[in-house]
């Protein structure tokens, strides 16, 4: 009789006990336990991405590989500390001498070791957004730019300029014609504050956060020696969100990684969407060209969503030509709601709509930190964060301040509570003060000016500001902003009182803030559309001190009740833009406002660029996949815009990519 002998799987744990097998799924488990050599992981939304990472890390420990021997680089460092910890939890040793956290940590590291190559002390300092502001102001001033007669950019946007240059590459004299052609008449003055920039940091022992960057590619570039140290050492090399690094950080991977040594980098093409802070994806996508020898692990099983909302996705980013090829399968089972497509008149439908399906959605169980409503950009939650205060729905935004909260918005309020209430010395100052040569003390003197004319006191507002304020002294470089600023503020009066709302705010705009705008901050753009969303709002008043009333009650700080108070309640519902979305998910999420000129942006629609629109899609993949349950994807039919009347919208090209099957589509009535 023949003797029985069953084969038994050979085990996959090592040392510490682990089964990677068990714990893993297929694909994930053939990512951790690659071969050494370079390897290319493209691990989709809701994958396991983290998991995989750590886990391979633990594989290394496991099979014997001391610490000191793995470098780990992260985006974050909540990402950096949660996967070491995580590491610490799966493996009993001690791993003090594994070198893990964001590319600026580690390029701070090796710094410190060798900052006298570069020109530095180890005790450099490290400058923060306000240091890098003051030492520009300084820079300035030494170089003697005559800024009298034009409008020269402030720090804040030379930083930006400065930092985009290091991180891209791009000439200044592109990058100014690219973004920044307001400034191309400065371009030899902006190209003499920078070069003045880098020798006085020197001079101050002092490094940016983008010198962290560079000087250390800089030092591995020239020092051979320095850089087989630690080629040596850092035998594998393991990068997390590979598809959103610069080409800084991509040749700082390169130079770390020597002959025999490992390096393994994890990413989502489809999620690559931060180009406009340099990130460049033909990183990930030439990944297997520049290593010709690299095994591709894709992982694409999704623990996250249900089918119905990965089918959707699935299809929305097909029509990007330029992707790696996969396909996202559900690990969770089918039978839920379809993804909603949700058509509606305009913005305050729209919020209507949003609102009262986040109520409904509460009464059936849905906590609401788990829901978020999601959009392009942060002047299109406008209208809906004043449905949701009306209703009494606590809420919490992560794209930025509330919209009646930021800078921008006060300071084009301030010049029309100002002319509405000529006692209103608050206003007064924050209006002067954005004119150029006037500053805290040259407000005030200009303060006392005008409260010593009768007109501060009078019943009616001036007839004509500029001649008053043609009597008041200002110094030479503000004269020119000065006299318009007079002219701006006649335009704020009618002969039977004040002008409405929104022409006021169109003729501060036009008269004087948008040439403050375009010096003052980066993001011209975004600030321009809120101004633009703000002055459809105003069209709905007639009077602009009701108009101002409702602005302030808007305000957290004047009394909102969605403001500080309610940010003691975890129990909040999440507005974001996909950006600060990224990485997160809910059960249930809304994504608005998709028509053409919104998601896709029309700074993209008009540029008419094959790899912007690209990008702008992948934005779109994102937002869907941080769903979980539940997918409303809403569109306003008609936009209320100021002076041009109702513009008609077209429902965003996206939509046009999901087949029609995928989707189910809400009819919705009602009284707006």
Same mark, same amino acid.
């Given at each position: ?70 470098? $780990? @680089?992260?985006? /974050?460092? #909540?990402?950096?500390? !949660?996967?070491? +910890? ?6 009993? %040793? ?117 010198? $962290? @960057?560079?000087? /250390?590619? #800089?030092?591995?570039? !020239?020092?051979? +020696? ?6 040596? %050492? ?439």
């Amino acid at each position: 009789m023949a003797r029985k002998y069953t084969l038994e799987r050979p085990t996959t744990s090592g040392a510490s006990g682990i089964d990677f097998a068990e714990d893993l799924n297929e694909q994930q488990f053939a990512a951790v336990s690659s071969p050494p050599g370079p390897s290319l992981v493209i691990a989709g939304a809701g994958s396991g991405k983290t998991r995989t990472l750590t886990y391979r890390v633990a594989y290394l420990l496991d099979r014997g590989i001391e610490p000191r021997n793995i470098l $780990l @680089l992260t985006f /974050t460092n #909540k990402a950096s500390k !949660e996967m070491l +910890e995580r590491v610490r939890s799966l493996v009993p %040793r001690d791993v003090s001498e594994m070198w893990g956290g964001t590319f600026h940590s580690v390029g701070n590291r090796i710094l410190r070791r060798h900052a006298e190559e570069i020109g530095f002390t180890k005790s450099f300092s490290i400058m923060d957004r306000d240091d890098q502001k003051s030492l520009m102001n300084t820079v300035i001033a030494e170089c003697e730019i005559d800024t009298t007669a034009r409008r020269f950019p402030k720090p804040d946007v030379l930083i930006s300029i400065f930092s985009l240059i290091e991180n891209t590459g791009v000439a200044l004299e592109d990058l100014l014609e690219d973004r920044y052609p307001y400034f191309e008449e400065w371009a030899e003055e902006i190209a003499r504050v920078e070069a003045r920039y880098r020798v006085k940091k020197r001079q101050i022992n002092s490094v940016d956060f983008d010198d $962290l @960057l560079v000087l /250390t590619l #800089k030092l591995l570039q !020239e020092n051979e +020696e320095l850089r087989g140290l630690y080629q040596k %050492r850092f035998q594998y090399v393991l990068v997390d969100e590979f598809q959103d690094t610069n080409h800084v950080q991509s040749e700082l991977v390169d130079l770390l990684v020597g002959e025999g040594q490992s390096l393994m980098v994890v990413g989502d093409d489809a999620q690559s969407i931060y180009s406009w802070r340099g990130a460049d994806m033909d990183n990930i996508l030439s990944f297997p060209e520049r290593y010709p020898d690299a095994q591709v692990y894709r992982i694409e099983k999704n623990y996250r969503s249900v089918p119905e909302i990965l089918e959707l996705s699935n299809s929305a980013i097909k029509a990007n030509r330029h992707r790696f090829e996969k396909d996202l399968e559900a690990a969770r089972e089918g039978g839920a709601m379809m993804p909603a497509l949700v058509s509606l008149e305009d913005p305050n439908s729209q919020a209507q709509f949003v609102a009262q399906r986040i109520l409904e959605l509460r009464e059936e169980g849905v906590e609401l930190e788990e829901i978020a409503v999601l959009y392009r950009a942060h002047h299109q939650s406008m209208t809906l964060q004043m449905e949701l205060r009306n209703r009494g729905i606590p809420f919490q935004i992560t794209s930025g301040l509330r919209f009646f909260e930021q800078a921008h918005i006060k300071d084009v309020a301030a010049f029309m509570r100002f002319v509405t209430n000529r006692r209103d010395e608050v206003s007064f100052k924050r209006m002067v003060c954005l004119l150029p040569g006037i500053g805290a003390k040259g407000a005030s003197k200009l303060w006392k000016g005008w409260a010593a004319t009768p007109h501060a006191t009078a019943e009616n507002p001036p007839a004509a500001f500029s001649d008053i304020l043609a009597d008041l002294p200002v110094p030479k470089k503000s004269a020119s902003h000065w006299e318009q600023l007079g002219h701006t503020l006649d335009e704020l009066v009618s002969l039977d009182g004040f002008a409405r709302p929104a022409e006021m705010i169109f003729s501060i705009l036009e008269g004087v803030y948008d040439e403050v705008m375009r010096e003052s901050f980066d993001n011209y753009e975004h600030r321009r559309s809120d101004l633009e969303e703000l002055m459809s709002y105003a069209d709905r008043f007639d009077d602009v001190l009701e108009c101002l009333a409702q602005l302030s009650l808007m305000s957290a700080v004047d009394g909102d009740p969605s403001g500080s108070k309610a940010e003691l309640d975890p129990e909040q519902v999440v507005l974001s833009s996909v950006h600060q979305a990224k990485g997160l998910e809910w059960r249930v999420v809304f994504v608005i406002s998709l028509t053409d000129g919104m998601f896709p942006n029309g700074r993209v629609l008009d540029a008419d660029d094959e790899y912007m629109l690209e990008e702008e899609r992948r934005l779109f993949y994102v937002a869907i996949t941080r769903a979980k349950d539940e997918l409303y994807l809403t569109y306003p039919q008609i936009n209320p815009k100021s002076y041009s009347g109702e513009v008609i919208q077209r429902p965003s090209r996206f939509l046009d990519d999901c087949p029609a099957e995928l989707m189910e589509e809400w009819q919705v009535s009602g009284e707006w």
